[in-house]
């Protein structure tokens, strides 16, 4: 049972790989309709991811020639024959077949004089227009014995491809569109005539036929040798020498398959600019275009090709990545950081962009490029949402990180708190950078600018700056202390404090060092508001009479301490204090000493 099991098994798995490598498929049937199952034969032959690594030959001939036999045999394809007791066609419209082993797709023409084309040489047209377009090579298939002949040689066929071919490439760029390859394979050879005889009398009549060919007028003289390159292969007669047949076909398979031979035939000049997934869409294009009788213009195909594909490659990776753009920006809205964006940012585009290259590198380059560029905007464009509110979460943290630092300095000295905002602003600005530099890098050439929520951090720490400093004012006494000399050897040296509930304390030391004359000193304490504006002024303070040196009754030096009361809402907009001392007299006396505009103002308050 087990050895039973193993070979059904294996059974099933042998037909399994012949089905897949040579399964055929019709795309243009006997009404001219273009069937649909192409995209899926591709990937049911395994040819949807090998780009343009895959080549197209199309065979055409008469009716009962042998086209399906011989490509049967040379790519082990399964397209049906002709029942030898019952000649009738076997190939209607147009079917492809995938070699079994290399990345050939085979196109199968109707016979050009089949009964279903019998008066309908419009189709004939139209499917050798098809064939020109979308193969590489042209295998016109024919027998020994219609070397010569006029419809038998196929040259009704071959005037056609002519003509269609000027009228599709000869305006085209030689060095974009390389010119077709044609292979002659001359069936039932006997070998009584040189296979080189048998060629130079093709060529002559393909001579003839080019020169009465319609051409455009500046292609009149142009010569044949100038648009096709022909060659010429011959096989001995399937039924009367099977093995020779056999052993023939095997040795001409080679020219197909070995990449290594001199005589190789899809050797290019210029790459395939087709890949397999998108063949399809191009086949349907072509054909719509042929079948409707319009100009078809390859390059516009190709171009027109490229954009759909890469327009729906584009589509499909940002549909693919929009819900984890989503989830994240979520995160983001309810103000988390999240660590590491910039790297999964970069990780993302780095993907979609290697996937996007992947599947669309091998389409017409000019518009390749330019769908990245707008992919690549539209990436930017998604992730700029997230790298915002990144940036805006990363602020507003900051900026709480450095309110913290500036509440812990509240109560330091002035040049201490100054030192410590200073160094907080420094290092959060750096901090700040680094991160943001990190996070913007999302892919190379996408660079997000961070410039603006950085001012916008710069603004928010001045704020919080301002801020607390008028908080640390309101509760931090302002204190001055003025030293100096007020005449002769007389000097003076007044500390007023003045208190955010309004007390002011002022306290005078007076030192006499005039040997005769005494020291009557006086003060006077101006309360300046931001603006520099005087909100408050005392009355004028008389301090304890200093005597001389020589008065042995008059201390010459001492200190008088003063308690004075201002209304709060002056100690809370106060700024600084002014003070101004003098050796007697009144306030008119110190009146040289103010300027003008406060003593304006102080004239307004006495």
């Excluded at 409707?292 to 490659?313: F, K, S, T, W, Y």
């Amino acid at each position: 049972m087990k050895v039973v099991g193993l070979g059904l098994q294996l059974l099933f798995l042998a037909f399994t790989i012949r089905a897949f490598t040579t399964e055929n498929i019709q795309i243009i049937n006997d009404t001219q309709k273009f069937l649909d199952g192409l995209g899926d034969r591709i990937v049911q032959w395994g040819l949807q991811n090998v780009g343009s690594d895959y080549e197209v030959a199309a065979i055409m001939g008469s009716q009962s020639s042998g086209k399906s036999t011989l490509l049967n045999n040379l790519f082990q394809t399964n397209s049906t024959v002709m029942n030898e007791k019952v000649r009738n066609q076997t190939t209607t419209g147009v079917w492809l077949s995938r070699d079994h082993t290399h990345n050939i797709i085979v196109m199968d023409v109707e016979g050009t004089d089949g009964a279903s084309s019998e008066g309908n040489q419009n189709f004939v047209r139209k499917s050798t227009l098809f064939a020109l377009a979308c193969s590489r090579l042209l295998i016109i298939n024919m027998w020994e014995n219609q070397v010569g002949l006029y419809q038998g040689a196929n040259m009704p066929l071959l005037k056609i491809i002519f003509e269609e071919y000027l009228a599709l490439f000869s305006n085209m760029d030689q060095h974009i569109y390389q010119r077709p390859r044609i292979l002659f394979v001359i069936q039932a050879h006997s070998g009584a005539t040189h296979l080189t005889s048998l060629a130079q009398t093709i060529m002559a009549n393909l001579e003839k036929m080019w020169d009465s060919a319609t051409k455009p007028p500046e292609l009149m003289n142009q010569s044949l040798a100038g648009y096709f390159d022909f060659e010429f292969e011959s096989t001995p007669h399937l039924v009367l020498t099977p093995d020779h047949y056999k052993r023939r076909v095997s040795s001409l398979r080679q020219r197909f398959v070995d990449l290594e031979r001199e005589d190789y035939v899809f050797k290019r000049t210029h790459p395939n600019s087709i890949p397999a997934d998108g063949l399809e869409l191009y086949m349907t294009m072509v054909w719509e275009k042929i079948r409707l009788n319009e100009n078809l213009n390859l390059p516009g195909q190709h171009e027109l090709l490229a954009r759909l594909v890469c327009d729906r490659i584009s589509a499909s990776l940002l549909e693919e990545f929009r819900p984890k753009f989503a989830s994240h920006l979520a995160v983001l809205n309810e103000g988390q950081v999240i660590d590491g964006l910039g790297s999964l940012m970069r990780d993302w585009g780095l993907d979609i962009l290697g996937r996007y290259d992947q599947a669309a590198g091998s389409y017409v380059q000019l518009v390749y490029l330019e769908k990245r560029e707008l992919l690549l905007h539209s990436f930017q464009n998604e992730v700029s949402k997230l790298f915002t509110a990144q940036l805006r979460n990363m602020r507003l943290s900051f900026l709480s990180g450095f309110d913290n630092i500036l509440r812990d300095a509240m109560t330091k000295g002035d040049s201490d708190f100054a030192a410590t905002v200073s160094n907080a602003r420094a290092s959060h600005e750096r901090d700040f950078i680094a991160a943001a530099e990190a996070a913007s890098t999302c892919i190379d050439a996408v660079n997000l600018d961070w410039e603006f929520e950085l001012e916008e951090l710069r603004r928010g720490m001045a704020q919080l700056t301002k801020v607390c400093e008028q908080e640390r004012k309101s509760k931090i006494p302002i204190r001055v202390s003025r030293t100096g000399s007020v005449g002769g050897d007389k000097s003076m040296t007044t500390t007023a404090t003045l208190y955010r509930n309004g007390k002011l304390v002022v306290e005078v030391d007076t030192d006499c060092d005039d040997m005769w004359h005494g020291l009557r000193g006086r003060v006077l304490v101006v309360v300046r508001d931001g603006d520099g504006k005087a909100c408050g002024v005392t009355d004028l303070l008389h301090c304890t009479t200093r005597g001389g040196t020589f008065d042995p009754f008059t201390p010459s030096s001492g200190t008088n301490i003063f308690h004075l009361q201002f209304p709060e809402n002056v100690a809370r907009k106060a700024v600084t204090l002014d003070i101004y001392q003098a050796n007697g007299g009144t306030f008119g006396g110190l009146r040289k000493q103010i300027p003008e505009a406060v003593l304006a103002v102080l004239t307004a308050i006495l």
